[in-house]
Antibody, heavy 127, light 110 residues
Framework: EEQLVESGGGLVQPGRSVRLSCTAS????????VSWFRQAPGKGLDWVAF??????????EYAASVKGRFTISRDDPKSIAYLQMNSLTTEDTAVYYC??????????????????WGQGTLVTVSS | QSVLTQPPSTSGTPGQRVTISCSGS????????VSWYQHLPGTAPKLLIY???QRPSGVPDRFSGSKSGTPASLAISGLRSEDEADYYC???????????FGGGTKLTVL
C-alpha cells in the first residue's frame, strides 16, 4: 500500500530555517515526481513545489511565494523527499503536505495530478 | 483570492445530487487537465477525479467530473454523510507557471 509520511514540522522563529521530510513506502519512489503543498490556518490548499523523477532530469518548479527561499530535493535510495525552508516568516505557518504525482510526472505539467498524499506536518513560525 | 473560482459552500440531503463548479481561464482550465480533491482538514487529501473526468480505482462512481471550456464541475450523486468535506479543483496555469487550486467548497450533508 502506497504511503507518504511527513515529518520535521514544529515551532520555528521568524528568519530561521527548517527541513521537512516526506518518507515514502509501498511503491518505487524513484519512478515518481513528488510535490509539496501547504494549508495555512483557515485557508485553502496551496501548491509549494514539484520535483521530477531522475528519468526526467529531477528538475524542480516553485510557487512564486517561496521561490528563492525553499528548496525541494530527493534521496531516491532512502525514498525521501525534502523541503528545505529558509528565511521563514509568519506567512509560512501552515500544515505542509507531500504528494506523489500521478500520470508519469513527465515534462508536461498540464497532465499532472496528485494521487497519494501524506497526512501533513504543522510548521508554526512565531517568536 | 484564488485563481480558480469555486462556491465557498454547498449542501444537500442524503441521496441527493450536488454539483460543484470550478471556473478559470484559458491559461489554466481552458488548456490543461482539471483534477478534484476531497479534504478533511488535518487528514490526507484524497484524489477524486483526474484528467477532467477519470476516476481512480477505489473512488465510487457516485463521483464524476466534467469540463466544457473553462468551467469544470464535480458531481456527487447519492449523497452520503461521509461525503461531508472540503472539495478542491486544481490545474496547471501556463501564465503563472504554477499549479493553482480553487478556494475550496465546503459540502454539508444536512
Amino acid at each position: 500500500e502506497e504511503q507518504l509520511v511527513e515529518s520535521g514540522g514544529g515551532l520555528v522563529q521568524p528568519g530561521r530555517s527548517v527541513r521537512l521530510s516526506c518518507t515514502a513506502s509501498g511503491f518505487t519512489f524513484g519512478e515518481y515526481a513528488v510535490s509539496w503543498f501547504r494549508q495555512a490556518p483557515g485557508k485553502g490548499l496551496d501548491w509549494v513545489a514539484f520535483i521530477r523523477s531522475k528519468a526526467y532530469g529531477g528538475t524542480t518548479e516553485y510557487a512564486a511565494s517561496v521561490k528563492g527561499r525553499f528548496t525541494i530535493s530527493r534521496d531516491d535510495p532512502k525514498s525521501i523527499a525534502y523541503l528545505q525552508m529558509n528565511s521563514l516568516t509568519t506567512e509560512d505557518t501552515a500544515v505542509y503536505y507531500c504528494s506523489r504525482i500521478g500520470g508519469g510526472g513527465g515534462y508536461y505539467y498540464g497532465e499532472y495530478y496528485f494521487d497519494f498524499w501524506g497526512q501533513g506536518t504543522l510548521v508554526t513560525v512565531s517568536s | 483570492q484564488s485563481v480558480l473560482t469555486q462556491p465557498p459552500s454547498t449542501s444537500g440531503t442524503p441521496g441527493q445530487r450536488v454539483t460543484i463548479s470550478c471556473s478559470g481561464s484559458s491559461s489554466n482550465i481552458g488548456s490543461n487537465y482539471v483534477s478534484w480533491y476531497q479534504h478533511l482538514p488535518g487528514t490526507a487529501p484524497k484524489l477524486l477525479i483526474y484528467r477532467n473526468n477519470q476516476r481512480p480505482s477505489g473512488v465510487p462512481d457516485r463521483f464524476s467530473g466534467s469540463k466544457s471550456g473553462t468551467p469544470a464541475s464535480l458531481a456527487i450523486s447519492g449523497l452520503r454523510s461521509e461525503d461531508e468535506a472540503d472539495y478542491y479543483c486544481g490545474a496547471w496555469d501556463d501564465s503563472l507557471s504554477g499549479w493553482v487550486f480553487g478556494g475550496g467548497t465546503k459540502l454539508t450533508v444536512l
